[in-house]
Structures are given as C-alpha cells and as structure tokens.
C-alpha cells in the first residue's frame, strides 16, 4: 500500500500520520488518500474477524479432545 502511495506522490509531512494527515495532503490527492486509508481500516478489521473465527474453531476441537 506505501508502494501505491508513493506512486501517486500522495505523502503526508513527519509528524502527522492517520486521520489528521488530511490536512497535510494536497486537495487532488484526497482520493487516492481517502481509498487507502479505508483499504488500512477494512483489512485488518476482516483479517483480525477471520483468524478469530479460526481460532475460536481450533481451541474448541482441541477442548473436545
């Protein structure tokens, strides 16, 4: 995702990072911007949701052995 970031020359200042790198990004890049940080906020959510399912899973077959 930093790689397509760069690509785009969509780069916020040090010091500001997250949600309120907004202010350091240039009007035309908000949407490259915007798409990235929901693909950094929805990944995680579905990864952390599906390996707890499988988790969940093993644990119980092994408590039942």
Do not use: H
Request: a negative charge; hydrophobic letters at 50%.
């Amino acid at each position: 995702m930093g790689a397509f970031i760069g690509a785009n020359r969509v780069l916020g200042n040090v010091g500001v990072g997250g949600v309120p790198a907004i202010i350091s990004i240039q009007k035309e890049y908000w949407l490259v911007y915007g798409i990235c940080i929901i693909i950094a906020i929805c990944v995680p959510f579905i990864l952390t949701v599906f390996l707890s399912r499988f988790s969940k899973e093993e644990t119980k077959e092994l408590v039942d052995e």
